[in-house]
């Protein structure tokens, strides 16, 4: 992490590419946004191409039609990459099919499993989110912050960390916080539209599916199936695992809940939530994935029965 190098190069260069990675949450859009208003307040042309469409739930950001969706056929013009939030080049999807290793990549994340796959890296394992990450490059390019940026960066932290309830949310989490909440928006207008904005449809189906949980390991252990036919049943307007994450986070002694999401009958994704001590990152390491400590995700190209198997084995040698 070189501060000078990482200013030089955004400082000697004219046009930007942003991308994050597929499936973005609230934290890799914002940081886009964010970064792109920064780079915009320095007189760059900025384009962010992401490898799906925008997820409706997040409809209410502002600037939101700045992000465009990789087509078979795009191409862009640009100086320079910069990957957001994003722990390995390949979680961009198709987008990486614009990049030109060539050219200069810059890397602004805060994974603990992020491989440094570009020429700058910008990574803070310590930090709650990228947008707490970029905070500290808006501050250090001297770059005044307004309005719309801080509504992006806050949004960021506020879902990375839980709404600040994480242990990922440290004291300069909350410092920043309070610098931002300076800023004109509504906090509380921003928590309604994340977590108090789903259909009661939604709320039905995800009871019902929580029902269908699996509680393991002398109760230590939650897990939970996904199957395609059940995710076609929710709207576009929730975090179908974002969801039932919050409902299962709520019972007592579980230390770790592991969500196992049908893609194709032989592909299964796999996201990991833990309590207090075991290390989920280093579990999704072993499954092609990785992400926080607490949260993180992987990949099997096994059906959900095989892949059940082995990531099981996996927490139980972490318990």
């Not at 509504?151 to 309830?165: I, Q, V």
């Not at 916080?177 to 800023?183: D, G, T």
């Not at 049908?262 to 989920?280: A, G, H, P």
């Amino acid at each position: 992490m070189n501060p000078s190098k990482l200013l030089e190069e955004i400082k000697k260069h004219k046009t930007f590419l942003l991308t994050t990675h597929q499936n973005p949450d609230p934290d890799a859009l914002c940081s886009e946004l964010a970064c792109a208003i920064f780079l915009k307040k320095l007189g760059k042309e900025v384009y962010i191409i992401n490898a799906e469409e925008f997820p409706v739930r997040f409809s209410f950001l502002p600037n939101k039609a700045w992000i465009k969706t990789f087509k078979k056929g795009t191409r862009i013009k640009y100086d320079v990459a910069v990957v957001l939030d994003c722990g390995d080049l390949d979680r961009i999807g198709r987008v990486k099919e614009l990049i030109d290793p060539a050219k200069p990549l810059i890397n602004i994340d805060h994974h603990i499993t992020n491989t440094h796959f570009g020429q700058v890296n910008w990574v803070k394992p310590e930090a709650s989110s990228t947008t707490e990450v970029l905070f500290d490059i808006i501050k250090l390019a001297k770059v005044p912050l307004n309005d719309d940026m801080a509504y992006h960066l806050y949004t960021g932290m506020m879902t990375d960390t839980g709404s600040f309830c994480f242990e990922n949310a440290t004291a300069t989490t909350f410092q920043v916080a309070a610098e931002l909440r300076k800023f004109r928006f509504s906090a509380n207008q921003i928590y309604k539209n994340v977590y108090e904005s789903m259909p009661v449809k939604d709320l039905k189906m995800a009871a019902q599916i929580v029902g269908n949980m699996d509680l393991l390991f002398s109760g230590q252990v939650i897990a939970l199936e996904l199957r395609k036919k059940d995710l076609a049943k929710f709207s576009k307007n929730i975090d179908v695992r974002d969801t039932l994450f919050k409902f299962l986070r709520m019972i007592k002694g579980v230390e770790v809940i592991v969500i196992f999401t049908e893609l194709k009958k032989d592909q299964t994704r796999i996201n990991f939530r833990s309590s207090s001590y075991v290390d989920v990152a280093s579990i999704a390491a072993v499954f092609n994935g990785g992400g926080h400590i607490r949260a993180s995700g992987g990949m099997m190209d096994l059906s959900i029965p095989q892949t059940r198997m082995k990531v099981l084995k996996q927490i139980r040698k972490a318990l």
